[in-house]
């Protein structure tokens, strides 16, 4: 089945320094998603992507699906304590139900 | 607008007793709904993910199960709990094609 790496697997920042984070698959994806998990709760959608090369920006995150199709990266600028909280990649291929997730990346943010 | 209500939002049971969680969506009509599991401090594993009232697809292989009895309702249940069934179990729903998975609030399961 379908592999998703993401890292890294943790990130300890300063308040206002940049965040880069990225998730690559073993096979090409139709769909990259990125999303956000506060302690307690559910996943919060935070961008999707549908089309390869495509780059998409929420406010200071931006997030790009990358040429191959299998790849995708996240960025954050000037971070702030709110931005605390795990990053979960999830992507699927054409038509596939099955929405696979990485294993998330734990951002701490240090006032 | 679409919401999805999963309950109870947490669950203390022993080992060896039944389990059942619910989840339902509001807003929508034929979505593709969803159970995922998320150890502490872990990523998220997909369990069963359903495409219409009684076709469930299962992804591990496990004591647990899952069951679709209308179009909005999705209930995970086992009928005697591990003490490795203890995690964190999203319930998700997501339209047509590749529109994106949203998630409900959860529930923490703890077995003793």
């Known amino acids: 089945g379908q592999q998703l790496n993401q890292s890294p697997q943790s990130m300890f920042i300063q308040e206002g320094e940049d965040v880069s984070m990225n998730c690559t698959s073993s096979?090409?994806?139709?769909?990259w998603l990125w999303y956000k998990q506060d302690p307690g709760e559910g996943p919060v959608l935070l961008i999707a992507?549908?089309?390869?090369?495509e780059l998409t920006s929420n406010g200071r995150l931006t997030a790009q699906f990358g040429i191959t199709r299998k790849d995708s990266f996240l960025n954050i600028s000037a971070s702030i304590p709110s931005d605390v909280g795990i990053y979960f990649c999830?992507?699927?291929?054409?038509?596939?139900?099955?929405?696979?997730f990485g294993a998330g990346t734990r951002l701490t943010v240090k006032p | 607008s679409q919401t999805i209500h999963q309950w109870p939002a947490t669950l203390v049971q022993p080992v060896g007793s039944p389990l059942s969680l619910e989840c339902t969506v509001e807003?929508?009509?034929?979505?593709?709904l969803y159970w995922y599991r998320q150890a502490a401090g872990r990523g998220l594993q997909l369990l069963f993910y359903?495409?219409?009232?009684?076709?469930i697809s299962s992804e591990v292989p496990q004591n647990l199960s899952a069951s679709r009895p209308q179009d909005r309702q999705f209930i995970l249940s086992s009928k005697k709990l591990l003490l490795s069934d203890s995690g964190f179990y999203l319930c998700?729903?997501?339209?047509?094609?590749?529109?994106?998975?949203?998630f409900g609030n959860g529930t923490r399961l703890t077995v003793t």
């Open positions: 807003g929508t009509s034929n979505p593709n």
């Open positions: 096979s090409i994806f139709n769909t």
């Open positions: 359903s495409v219409g009232i009684g076709q």
């Open positions: 998700a729903w997501k339209g047509p094609r590749n529109s994106p998975l949203h």
């Open positions: 999830a992507g699927s291929e054409y038509n596939n139900n099955d929405m696979r």
């Open positions: 992507l549908y089309k390869a090369g």
